[in-house]
T-cell receptor
Framework: DVKVTQSSRYLVKRTGEKVFLECVQDMDHENMFWYRQDPGLGLRLIYFSYDVKMKEKGDIPEGYSVSREKKERFSLILESASTNQTSMYLC???????????????FGEGSRLTVL | GEDVEQSLFLSVREGDSSVINCTYTDSSSTYLYWYKQEPGAGLQLLTYIFSNMDMKQDQRLTVLLNKKDKHLSLRIADTQTGDSAIYFCAERSKGGGSYIPTFGRGTSLIVHP
């Protein structure tokens, strides 16, 4: 059974703290994504990666960075957390996003971050 | 840029049919998707349709695609309380050399007994 695992379901951090959100997939997928989900705004892409050590900015990269040192692991980093980064963060992976593939995304359960 | 629009809420009675609508702007979309998100969980692919198809049926689910109007719909027959969830429409567009999906804001389906 395919699996995307996010290390923390719930986190509470203080403004200015550095936050790491970890995501691991066991499907040997090339592509990994980080989204944030907010009520009424749906899913917004923060960053994605199509290979180890490769990263591309999504629609809302400001205030975030990512790391992909190994194929199975994609980390989202908030260098200095702010209250407007309180949100649900969703990690996803897919096997290929080339023209011939369906591009199905497999999602983790989400990490709900509260910044006080 | 690409945009995917869908209404935020839909309320139906158990046993009725539900129809969730979506419009998109990218005419080069190759795949269009419906994802389902149950409370407290991540998204899961429900069904998808390739852009050269008009319709796809899978048990209680029917997907209709009007490529000319860039309109996608998901019909759930005999809606059950277990169908209560958020349904996301998504289309795949090209970015950074790869095809990545763009999601709508999600439609919350509420099923009343």
């Amino acid at each position: 059974d395919v699996k995307v695992t996010q290390s923390s379901r719930y986190l509470v951090k203080r403004t200015g703290e550095k936050v790491f959100l970890e995501c691991v997939q066991d499907m040997d997928h090339e592509n990994m994504f980080w989204y944030r989900q907010d009520p009424g705004l749906g899913l917004r892409l923060i960053y994605f990666s199509y290979d180890v050590k490769m990263k591309e900015k999504g629609d809302i990269p400001e205030g975030y960075s990512v790391s992909r040192e190994k194929k199975e692991r994609f980390s989202l980093i908030l260098e200095s957390a702010s209250t407007n980064q309180t949100s649900m963060y969703l990690c996803a992976s897919s096997s290929s996003t080339g023209e011939g593939s369906t591009g199905e995304l497999f999602f983790g359960e989400g990490s709900r971050l509260t910044v006080l | 840029g690409e945009d995917v629009e869908q209404s935020l809420f839909l309320s139906v009675r158990e046993g009725d049919s539900s129809v969730i609508n979506c419009t998109y702007t990218d005419s080069s979309s190759t795949y269009l998707y419906w994802y389902k998100q149950e409370p407290g969980a991540g998204l899961q692919l429900l069904t998808y349709i390739f852009s050269n198809m008009d319709m796809k049926q899978d048990q209680r689910l029917t997907v209709l695609l009007n490529k000319k109007d860039k309109h996608l719909s998901l019909r759930i027959a005999d809606t059950q309380t277990g169908d209560s969830a958020i349904y996301f429409c998504a289309e795949r567009s090209k970015g950074g050399g790869s095809y990545i999906p763009t999601f709508g804001r999600g439609t919350s389906l509420i099923v009343h007994p």
